[in-house]
């Protein structure tokens, strides 16, 4: 269970939020779908590496926040 691991990552609180049927604004839903894309960083908190996804650019954890062309 993703929720077991890592306690103080990004998007948690949020996708446990998202979970109770609780709104969340645009910011708080991104960090809660990565949280949950990433499958609760069981592995650690590294960055996502899926450049060609459209929420990467705001994804946890990027070293930095430029956008490859
Ligand atoms: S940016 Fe990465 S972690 Fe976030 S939804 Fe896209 S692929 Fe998943």
Do not use: T, W
Not at 36 to 44: A, E, K, L, N
């Amino acid at each position: 269970m993703i929720l077991d691991k890592c306690p103080n990552c990004p998007g948690k609180k949020f996708y446990i939020k998202h979970k109770n049927g609780e709104k969340l604004i645009r910011e708080e839903a991104i960090l809660a779908h990565c949280f949950s894309c990433m499958g609760g960083y069981v592995d650690g908190k590294e960055p996502c590496e899926i450049k060609e996804c459209c929420l990467y650019p705001f994804s946890p954890f990027q070293r930095s926040k430029k956008i490859d062309k």
